[in-house]
């Protein structure tokens, strides 16, 4: 257990529909990610929140927008959803924000856009 | 950016030694090197991490060279259970100096029995 919980486990929705994906960090984990992985890709990084404040965004659509909050949990909200954004969505936590930071991943969200 | 190059995929018998390669040519001073064991519908699991030389711990042994433009992950005497990819991240800083961190595309490791 890595100390790092997402939820939903699963997600089934429609195109067109808005879902948002939750992660509770770990205790004391000041920085949060999102990944996405699709079938067979790569994790491909979706942006970083430090303490409540962006800190690194990769390549993530305008559609896709995320927040932490004040208690250092975090959304990811998908929103016009299509087919090709079904995908494994992973958080993950961690101390700091620089890469020595080991990062603890949750256990994913699967969204099925259908 | 420390872009990551890592051959796509590996086989290996049980009971050997597998070593996989990782390159980043664009790393900066401050990056370190970091190794990630995914297994499928997992999330990723920290394996090792080095600045330079080598580094070892229960599980593996990480080599970096001294122009740390490459990294070498040693797993000694695999096991089946060892089948997973294998992630080589680095910090990619961004024009404003905040790091994404980016994994590649991984290894992917089969473990012949």
């Known amino acids: 257990d890595s100390g790092v919980t997402q939820t939903p486990k699963h997600l089934i929705t429609a195109t067109g529909q808005r879902v948002t994906l939750r992660c509770s960090p770990r205790s004391g984990d000041l920085s949060v990610y999102w990944y996405q992985q699709s079938l067979d890709q790569g994790l491909q990084f979706l942006i970083q929140y430090y303490n409540g404040e962006e800190r690194a965004k990769g390549n993530i659509l305008e559609r896709f927008s995320a927040q932490q909050f004040p208690d250092l949990h975090s959304e990811l909200n998908l929103s016009s959803l299509e087919l090709g954004d079904s995908a494994l969505y992973f958080c993950?936590?961690?101390?700091?924000?620089?890469?020595?930071?080991?990062?603890?991943f949750g256990s994913g969200t699967q969204l099925s856009v259908l | 950016l420390a872009k990551t190059t890592q051959p796509i995929s590996m086989d290996s018998y049980e009971g050997q030694e597998v070593n996989i390669t990782c390159s980043h040519n664009n790393i900066a001073t401050n990056d370190y090197i970091t190794w990630y064991q995914q297994f499928p519908s997992q999330g990723p699991r920290f394996i090792i991490q080095g600045y330079k030389t080598k580094v070892t711990n229960e599980v593996a042994s990480l080599f970096i060279p001294a122009d740390r433009k490459s990294s070498t992950l040693s797993l000694p005497r695999v096991s089946l259970s060892d089948t997973a990819v294998y992630y080589c991240l680095v910090g990619d800083s961004s024009n404003f100096g905040n790091e994404k961190l980016t994994f590649g595309t991984g290894t992917r490791l089969t473990i012949i029995p």
């Open positions: 993950a936590s961690s101390g700091g924000d620089s890469s020595r930071e080991k990062l603890f």
